[in-house]
């Protein structure tokens, strides 16, 4: 400073006046002649020796506005002039000492400056800034080559020469100084730090970037210091700006960088061979792996020579043939890529499969990079088998990890062109590396999905790969069983494609593949716990077969005394011997074809095994064992089929049959049961007509009849003669063997004799025969027969009985004595331990009753006894008939019904539980010998007693009877009727229950065990007879039983009912709906409803949950549907709607169930279409209204709501459908969107939305509990009601000014506050500004002192600070860039705000929401369209830290502290290519802040280092606050997040704010290098989240 102070003084005024007149400026001529007046002032009384200026940060304030981009380069210059004198009369000391301040403004001019303006700036680098000391320079290098770097990028222009001159000007002189190395690092940080910039740094690099020499290359040693230079201290910043470079999204910058790779940066080169720098290695390959998804030959081509280390540019010329170059080229291709690139590629491919993300973007990523590099093979190959399994392996997992099927199908569509692109040669030897790794699961996953059934691929690979599979089966026992599925998967692609050993493929491949699938079969036979694999095997083994020309000797000998051995070996019972049988049995039919000629022995061998084979098939036809039978016949049909001229099949079930001489009689009954089943399931098997017997089974049938003794009725071959549907057949055979030999006609006569004795025994049969007379002798005859006690007494009931039924059988016309049927029903009672007795006793029975017998009362307990009782299993069916004969004439048959019913729903519940636990493998077999029959007979007697009561009960009620006739009725009788009715009601409901569970039977066993076929066919038959019960019960009782259905489905069943409700032919939607509407009427108003239409009741079912019912059920049937149950629905809606207050509990369902109804009127397109869309519109005006005029049940709990529930809770998961009152806000969010349609019309619309928002929206708003009473459904609501409706903009805008709005928790503003101010903006333009001239600019307190200055101090920063949050707000819910035409307002009133003071109003204090402003700018608008901003934002940064380092004396809140270095944190996250010109002022932005430079460099009195604020606060702050709060290190692959985003940082005292600050400050310069070091993306919704945590503070704590 001068010696003259009032010279100072005077020099300090003028400067003063000058810079006076700026806030004055309005056009470019006004800047210029501010600038001239300022240069005057500057130049014209300076005092002498002067080497500072006064009022230098407001004059760089200045200066650096008025080199904006927008002002002409008339202002640029003169404001270049201005500098120019500055820096003349500070010099080089002073300029070292503010280089802080004058260099910010004037850097970025280069970046938009003219011709005329650019020598002018070059001028002020090459004379001031070019001579600071190094110590100077160093802090703001990476400022300075990013302010030169836009002229390099021009090489054509006029200006080029010159700052190519200035840059290498500014490297020799740190290289003067020993450190080149720094500018080499510090450029490599530009370039990746500034994309803007990278085309000036390749430039350069390509004309001064040192060549790096490969793995034993010989340099000299100047060569060598020059490599150091550019990888010291850091090798990583050189291979990161090679990474940016090769990242770079345009494809000339891709393209240079490339060339560099080859000529200067070999993929051998020491620096990325050392084992040190193996990371930096992956991330150099990793970048330029991505090159090959652009598919550009030009970038891929200088790829391919990178990684085989060739270079046809500088080889060329030495190369003096053709094959020469070839001859080097490969020998070169041989060793260098194996050696240097094969193991980086293969890491990175791993990094980018466990670094994806369940997005399909990075997921498809290194399936398209394979498949780029598999251009050039001789990369790709080795690539693509170090990799293949990996990668299949993650999509593999990806099929249950992904967050939609959308989202697999992309990546899977990504893997299958790069399946197909990979050689089958290759591919196969990846996939035989799998199965020796045992990745077999994944193997199974692979042929399952993708194509591997190509020509070439399947004659050659595919067979070679099945034989391996075979081979190691048994090698791998945990994997037995999946590598079995793959074979048979790979044998079914061999036959799929046609192919067949006669084709081109050599035979030899084919009997290869047969003598090791046989191979494993034999091994697998030796074993018996290799059962469970054994009908895989088999499987393989026929397809093979098949197309095999011959068998090899293995096939034919080995196997064939195995199978023999194993036939032998197999024992009586359990799954695993049918298993082992049913294998044998296969491999027999696949080997008999083919043993013809030569094989004869081998034949015969086989033929030979077929006897033992049938027998152990014999056992499993049994009635204990019905899960087997249809794969048994299939396969003793199969064995006969083959074997027919030898007819062993029938040979040996004739012997089995014949057994009867060395066995008891139980053995034969077996037998005999055993070959009904064959009878019984070769109708189905080999579809023959009802009146023929197949070849197979005439012989074994003549041999039951003959062995059939028809004196007694237990005999075995008696009972599957009457239990044959016709007799027809077994005639025929009998008289179809008649021949000439007496023996013969005896024995077809004695035949024919016992059919007619059978006859006589069987009511079925006997049709065609008349009674005896003399039927009274008869009878008594008979009676003295009964009586009779001694030798021979079965034998003689056995004759009586059956002449008393053929002497008063229902043919004959006789009725019995009364006294007759009181004995036999004595006889009956007593004979429970006798089965044979009370058999004849029951068949007697049924065969004299008839309409007019007249039956004791006892025989009702009788029957009830006997259908609960187990033994009587065998004979249910005449029990069920003998009551089914017996109850209409039974007088006491309601009183009973109860207890009947009871009973038959017992058994059938009993039998059903044991069927389902055989084919659930629970068990091996029933306790009842045929539990489908027995099923379908009590079900048939169940349906009989329901008749009869039905019919009972409504016989004495006349067709045409009406109310009043019914008044007229005795009211005791009237009550007696009711009692019967309900009674038949309650068992009818008994009866529909027990359908409907056997209806919804399902097997719960899921492995294949040969009784697949069997369950089918068992459980088509009783879903059969169970629905046709269901069918008839409907037709009796509609209403009943259909209320019974919906209990059931609001029970446990609701999509089997579904399902049932939609097969049953009396529950069409046309009978269905109106029994719906009038069940809903029985609950909700009874009085609407006929006598008719009434149910009883019964069924527990509320109003509620049967209109929960009739919405699910109109959910789900076929949208052309809606024409025919329109009538019943919209009356129904009607009758509803005429009277509301008795329905209303149903109303609000209601609405949902409209909704079901116009979005399948949507769907639709018929004729009334329009008018029943105007009912529809109409009836749910309606429904509107009357729901908010009477507010039922689940009204009035909206404004009751606390709580929140995130939206993404409310998708994830779903929940059924409630049965109980809902919510009316749910059913409004749930139900709008469907009822658009409806209302299209205004004054319809107007009225349904003003309710709402009356009703619903505006309470919600307006409530004392606001914001904390609102849900995401109620922003949900408000969303749906339309924008021009004038009750949804001031209810909005009515939340958005209320000052507790800003409490709103964080899971309503991102999802339900942001969108509908979205909707806001768009709506209304003028809102944003608004809101800001609402800001006032910051003025003195005037005459008001004392209390009443605070007051008004404290309410202007409130009105101010809200202001400016909704502003940010508003920002922040918009697209990006829709604040722009505000952007000039919005930094007007920041500029404003900037100048508040404590003691203005508003005061200091609204800085924190000012810095929250900027970080929606700098989150929602394009940085390119901030250039005004920068100066404002650069200055007050410097101001904020200043008052930082006032510490004590600090003016700024500790709100704004923290919401500064937020500002100031989010900037180094973004990077902007502006603000990286100032990021030299508050962190060290150079290799500085990881290697500072060593104490004898920095220490130096004659020079001054500028230090970054961050260096400079945390002292200060760590004094202040006597500790570090120090964050938590981010994870090396996170991406980059906002440091201070912490909750802590919300909800801290100004003690803590201090230490937050301080340990985020000490480490700040650390942390931004380390994020610029890891390449990481930004993760702008983080930074968005914490913005909005800031600005919504109260609801976010």
Known sequence: ??????????????????????????????????????????????????????????????????????????????????????????????????????????????????????????????????????????????????????????????????????????????????????????????????????????????????????????????????????????????????????????????????????????????????????????????????????????????????????????????????????????????????????????????????????????????????????????????????????????????????????????????ANVFFDGIESATLFACMTELLLSREVELLAFIVANFNVEQADTVHVHVIEFSKQVAKVILDKKEHATSLTSLLNDLTAIIISTGLSAADSTPSKLFADLLVSITKTLIAALEGPENALLLPSICISFERVVVVSQSLPPIVGIDLLQQVSQAVSAVPAAGWESFTALDVHSRII?????????????????????????????????????????VAVVEDLWRLRDLSARHEIVESTVLDLLCQSEAHTISLTEAQTERFGTLYHHTKTVRRYPEDAIPPMLRRPALRILDQCHVEDRNEPGVRWVMSLSSISPTLKIVLGDQLDDTQDVLLTSARVEKLVKILYLSEDHWRSFSTSPDIRLVYKFCLTLIELKGYGESTLRHDSFALLKMLYGTRSGNTPPDELVSLLVDKLDQTTADAAYQEQVLDTLLAMLNDKSLLPPSLVQVLLKGLTTIPVDERLDKWITLLCNFLPN???????????????????????QDLQAVFSQKT???????????????????????????????????????????????????????????????????????????????????????????????????????????????????????????????????????????????????????????????????????????????????????????????????DDMLEEIWTDCAAFLREV???????????????????????????????????????????????????????????????????????????????????????????????????????????????????????????????????????????????????????????????????????????????????????????????????????????AAGIMLGIGATAARTEADKKTQLELLKVATIILATDTDTALPHLPLILQKIEELFSATPESSPSLATRGDVYLLLRALLLKVTHNNLPQLWPILDTELQTLCKDLLAGPDSKYT???KLQGAKLLDLLLLMRPDEF????????????????????????????????PYAAQIAPVLTAASGQIDTAQAASPNQMRRPWLSRAESRNSSEHDVDALLAGFFSQLSIRAFEDLYSLQPLDEEACTLDLLADVFGDGAA
Not at 928 to 934: G, I, L, R, V
Not at 1011 to 1023: E, G, H, M, N, V
Not at 1254 to 1265: E, K, L, Q
Request: hydrophobic share 40%; charged share 20%; net charge neutral.
């Open 1 to 414: 400073m001068a010696a003259d102070q009032k010279a100072y003084r005077r020099y300090h005024a003028t400067i003063e006046r000058a810079l006076a007149l700026f806030d004055a400026n309005s056009d470019w001529a006004d800047y210029i002649a501010f600038l001239t007046r300022l240069l005057r002032s500057l130049d014209s009384g300076k005092p002498e020796g002067l080497s500072d200026i006064p009022c230098k940060a407001r004059i760089a304030s200045c200066l650096s506005r008025c080199l904006q981009p927008s002002l002409p380069s008339g202002v640029h210059q003169k404001a270049l002039d201005v500098y120019n004198e500055i820096f003349s009369i500070i010099g080089a000391k002073g300029l070292s000492r503010d280089l802080s301040l004058l260099l910010p403004g004037l850097s970025h001019t280069l970046a938009f400056a003219n011709l005329s303006t650019r020598p002018m700036v070059l001028d002020l680098y090459e004379t001031y800034l070019l001579k600071l000391p190094i110590l100077t320079l160093r802090p703001a290098l990476k400022a300075l080559l990013l302010s030169l770097l836009p002229v390099i990028e021009e090489e054509t222009s006029e200006d080029f020469d010159r700052c190519l001159h200035t840059f290498d000007a500014l490297r020799n002189c740190f290289a003067k100084d020993g450190q080149e190395y720094f500018f080499w690092q510090t450029l490599f940080v530009a370039s990746i730090s500034s994309p803007l910039r990278r085309p000036g740094v390749l430039i350069y690099l390509e004309r001064h970037l040192p060549k790096l020499a490969a793995e034993g290359q010989v340099r000299g040693d100047g060569a060598h210091a020059a490599s150091d230079m550019v990888v010291t201290p850091e090798p990583g910043l050189l291979v990161r700006c090679f990474a940016t470079g090769l990242r770079d999204e345009q494809a000339l910058i891709q393209r240079g960088f490339l060339d560099m790779l080859v000529t200067h940066f070999p993929l051998g080169a020491d620096i990325l061979q050392s084992g040190r720098y193996q990371k930096d290695l992956d991330v150099l390959v990793s970048a330029a792996l991505v090159v090959v998804l652009r598919r550009d030959m030009s970038l891929n081509r200088r790829l391919w020579a990178w990684f085989t280390g060739t270079d046809s540019k500088s080889s060329d010329a030495q190369i003096t043939s053709p094959m020469e170059a070839v001859g080097k080229q490969l020998e070169l291709e041989k060793d260098y890529f194996p050696s240097f690139g094969l193991y980086p590629i293969i890491r990175c491919i791993k990094v980018m499969i466990e670094d994806a993300t369940a997005l399909p973007g990075p997921r498809t990523l290194p399936f398209r990079v394979m498949l780029s590099l598999m251009d050039r093979w001789e990369i790709g190959g080795p690539v693509v088998k170090a990799s293949f399994g990996l990668t299949m392996k993650s999509l593999m997992l990806y099929q249950s990890t992904a967050p939609s099927q959308s989202a697999f199908d992309e990546v899977f569509r990504s």
């Open 924 to 1118: 091996d077999s029933t306790a009842a010998k045929s539990p489908e029959k027995s099923i379908a007979n009590l079900l048939s007697g169940l349906e009989y007693v329901l008749a009869r009561a039905h019919q009972q009960v409504f016989l004495d009620v006349p067709p045409s009877a009406t109310a009043a006739d019914e008044a007229r009725r005795d009211p005791v009788s009237n009550r007696s009727r009711a009692n019967d009715r309900l009674t038949v009601i309650l068992c009818m409901q008994d009866a529909v229950r027990i359908c409907a569970r056997l209806w919804s039977w399902k097997s719960a066993r899921t492995t294949s065990a040969g009784d697949t076929k069997s369950f089918q066919y068992t459980a088509i038959k009783i879903r059969t007879r169970s629905r046709k019960i269901l069918e008839n019960l409907i037709v009796a009782e509609p209403q009943e039983c259909l209320e019974t259905l919906i209990g059931l489905w609001v029970g446990e069943e609701q999509r089997s009912m579904l399902d049932l409700l939609q097969t049953l032919n009396g529950a069409r939607p046309r009978s269905m709906m109106p029994a719906v509407f009038n069940a809903i009427y029985g609950r909700t108003n009874p009085g609407a409803l006929s006598s008719s239409q009434k149910s009883s009741l019964s069924i527990q079912l509320g109003s509620t949950e049967l209109v929960t019912f009739l919405n699910e059920y109109t959910s789900a049937l076929e």
């Open 1476 to 1507: 990286q010109l100032h990021e030299w002022l508050f962190v060290t932005d150079t290799i500085d802040a990881i290697y500072p430079p060593s104490t004898s460099t920095s220490q130096s009195t004659s020079t001054i280092e500028p230090e």
């Open 589 to 629: 039919a696949s080997l008999l074809p083919r043993l013809d000629g030569e094989a004869g022995a081998t034949r015969q061998q086989l033929l030979d095994c077929l006897p033992l084979l049938v027998t152990h098939l014999w056992f499993f036809l049994g009635s204990d064992t019905p899960q087997y039978h």
């Open 1454 to 1456: 500790s709100s704004s």
């Open 890 to 912: 039974h007088a006491a048959l309601l009183p009973s019904l109860l207890k009947v019913t009871n009973g038959f729903c017992k058994r059938i519940e009993q039998i059903f």
């Open 1137 to 1339: 709607l005429a009277n509301p207050m008795p329905h209303r509990q149903i109303l609000i369902k209601l609405i949902r169930f409209c909704s079901t109804l116009s979005r399948k009127m949507e769907n639709t397109n018929f004729s009334e279409e329009s008018r029943m869309q105007r009912e529809l519109s109409d009836l749910c005006t309606r429904l509107f209204t009357a729901i908010f005029a009477i507010k039922p049940a689940g009204f009035d709990g909206l404004a009751s709501l606390n709580g929140t529930v995130s939206k993404a809770e409310s998708i994830q998961k779903p929940t059924p459908p409630s049965h109980g009152t809902e919510n009316m806000l749910s059913v409004l969010v749930e139900a709008l969107p469907h009822l658009g349609p409806l209302l299209k019309q205004y004054d319809r619309s107007h009225a349904v939305f003003t309710n709402i928002a009356s009703n619903i929206i505006s309470p919600a708003f307006h409530g004392r509990a606001f914001p904390q009473n609102l849900s995401l459904e109620h922003l949900e609501l408000m969303r749906l009601i339309p924008t021009s409706s004038k009750t949804w903009r001031k209810d909005l805008l009515d939340a958005f000014n209320n000052a507790k709005f800003f409490e709103s928790p964080l899971d309503l503003v991102g999802n339900g506050w942001l969108p509908l101010i979205k909707q806001l903006q768009a709506n209304d333009k003028t809102i944003l500004t608004e809101c800001l001239n609402r800001i006032a600019p910051p003025a």
